[in-house]
């Protein structure tokens, strides 16, 4: 990429995608090596998918050149802050409408009215068929919400409570102010739907940045580049239709991965000059696995640090997470425990333990058993291990936890720091973990 701008230490970014990311995207900045991006984030999953005109499910940040960032080189982003601006969003399981879409309802949008592919629509009312299409009046979204509900935060106390029916409709009555959709969000918000089936729930706020990462090399749908939904790109009969081997050249940035949160370290494989940061898709929180296929999306505000490590060869990201955030094995010993297993290994005839520090790798597939097949091989390319040794390092120093079922996993377990200085992410750890 020919750097034709200044390069910047500090980027505010607030300008978005119609759903589409890779190397047709023009860039923004370049951000410098060590310099911080701050973006104003709109909502994915709910909004995007039902604005016909998007042609993704997500609705992310223009991609972000960083000074120096080289295909095959790692780009570290450490989340400085991560905060929730919505006052509102809505949410809910989805069932796709097989009339208003060709193959891909997230993708290939179509008016079941007219036929029309891409509708330019309005907005009549709340409710599930409020998004009508502007050519023949039909309603044109591509999916109802079999069971849905409307959340209201307290940001100041970290909660959520979803509402009864005329709470939704307040809440519907103002839907961009209440969602605190961003200027230049194209999106449609779905507090328009005003769902109410489940009411009284209260809920922790613990957001997170559901899709955040490096661009793919080849261009995509921003809500299909991980190795899940990627699937459905496989020979689609729309015209963003990929080859599995396309596919490989994805950079796994939509996660849906909990701990990618405020003080989380992650590290994006670089695979197009200048590196291509977005992000998006922010959550105001989610259980392991987002079993509902959506959770609470809401607008936000985003601050990260990013610097690149030349050379690193990651295939996907690689997860630092915050401490406390760790699985349970996978947590540093404590003082009194690693002096206890140094005594132990000491009676056992061995001059000591090894030095370790966790580090996560994530995977993702068509199922979770692929995902996790393909966490542990990029660990053991990434390490010089065999696969065998990663399951068991993995089974007794850490874990497999699920981002999102279907098929992104994070593969957790503690790795020699030899091995990690080796390959230039030691000083990384020892900042994360305080080793």
Known sequence: MAVTH?????????????????????????????????????????????TPHFRG???????????????????????ERVEVTSLATASGTDGAIPTACKGDPYVAHLCPGCGTPWPETYVEGTGQQAIRCKNCGAPAGSFSMPHGYTMAFDHG???????????????AADPRGNSALPANSEQ????????????????????????????????????????????????APHEYGLTAEDLERRTDGHMDIDAVREGAILICPVKVAGGGVYLGDMHAMQGDGEIAGHTTDVSGRATLRVSVLKGLGNDGPILLMRPDDLPPLAQPLSADERAAAERLARAWGMAGIE??????????GPNLNAATDNGLQRAAAMLGMSVDEV???????????????????????????????R??????????YGL
């Not at 981002?403 to 990690?420: I, Q, S």
């Open 6 to 50: 200044p390069v910047s230490e500090r980027l505010e970014i607030a300008r978005y995608t119609r759903g589409q990311i890779g190397p047709s995207q023009p860039m923004q900045g370049p951000v410098a090596d060590g310099g911080l991006i701050v973006a104003e984030t709109a909502p994915g999953c709910w909004g995007p998918m039902i």
């Open 57 to 79: 499910g997500h609705e992310v940040t223009a991609p972000v050149a960083v000074e120096g960032a080289e295909v095959g080189d790692g780009l570290v982003i450490r989340i």
């Open 157 to 171: 106390a970290g909660v959520g409570v979803t509402l009864d029916a005329a709470g939704a409709a307040r809440a």
């Open 188 to 235: 449609y918000s779905i507090l328009t739907f005003a769902p109410s089936d489940l009411i009284m729930v209260a809920a922790r706020m613990r957001p997170f940045l559901g899709n955040i990462g490096t661009t793919p090399a080849v261009d995509m749908p921003d809500s299909h580049n991980a190795g899940d939904f990627g699937q459905f790109l496989v020979g």
């Open 355 to 364: 030095e370790s520090g966790p580090i996560s790798f994530v995977g993702s």
């Open 391 to 421: 399951k068991n390092r993995a089974t007794i120093t850490g874990g497999i936890e699920i981002g999102r079922h279907p098929g992104v996993v994070t593969v957790t377990l503690l790795a020699p720091m030899a091995t990690l200085d």
């Open 423 to 432: 390959i230039g992410l030691g000083a990384l750890v020892r900042e994360q």
